[in-house]
């Protein structure tokens, strides 16, 4: 079985070696809203998609005071008060939806967590907001620059209580993605339920797929 190392190390600094890398697909998926289409760390991409150019997010914030302040930004909509549940964690993610209809997800380096593939999301850091790090966890995850356009769902996960947003890209480029992922994909619909296994995701899927 093949082995890679992500081109980005992990948060320590060390490679992070892919046991099972991902087959991306042809180029001329991505054009074409009823297939989906994969891109590994690095991959190939076209120049666009949907009128929105695919290009390196150079001034993505840096830092969690960064995104705060970026999240402050963005157009405001209205969002039910959050509940923790007791003993998990507190996480916030996004479901990015593209303009030809297809759902982007990101495939977690190695399956970590038992997902093949999900939605990006991650937990906060003391003194983060939810919206700024659902946008911070779709960057370093998908690569991709999102803007939140509205509430989803909050859902209880086994180790975490997450907040989930809509999202639509704006910028970034898919294979640009960080060690926590080892591809990312633009589904459509319909296909979600055969590549979103983990059932943590089924609410999502479902929503989706209604």
Not at 24 to 51: F, K, M, S, Y
Not at 54 to 78: Q, T, V, Y
Not at 136 to 158: K, N, Q
Not at 162 to 181: A, F, H, I, Q
Request: charged fraction near 20%; glycine fraction near 10%; include cysteine.
């Amino acid at each position: 079985m093949p082995i890679s190392i992500h081109p980005k190390p992990d948060e320590w600094g060390k490679p992070v070696a892919i046991a099972a890398p991902t087959a991306p697909t042809p180029l001329e998926h991505w054009l074409d809203p009823r297939l989906g289409a994969t891109v590994i760390p690095g991959g190939a991409v076209p120049p666009a998609l949907n009128a929105i150019p695919f290009a390196l997010w150079r001034e993505a914030p840096r830092s969690d005071a960064g995104w705060i302040a970026l999240a402050g930004r963005e157009d405001a909509f209205d969002e039910p008060p959050f509940a923790p549940a007791p003993g998990r964690r507190v996480a916030a993610g996004v479901v990015i939806l593209e303009d030809d209809g297809r759902v982007w997800v990101v495939h977690p380096s190695n399956g970590f967590g038992g997902y093949p593939a999900t939605f990006p999301k991650g937990t906060l850091d003391p003194g983060m907001l939810l919206r700024a790090a659902a946008i911070r966890e779709a960057h370093e995850e998908s690569g991709l620059h999102v803007v939140l356009t509205g509430f989803l769902m909050d859902l209880t996960r086994s180790r975490s209580r997450t907040r989930y947003y809509l999202g639509r890209r704006v910028g970034g480029c898919p294979s640009d993605m960080g060690w926590e992922s080892q591809a990312v994909s633009l589904l459509p619909r319909a296909q979600l339920d055969r590549v979103l296994l983990n059932p943590n995701d089924a609410p999502l899927v479902a929503w989706l797929q209604a």
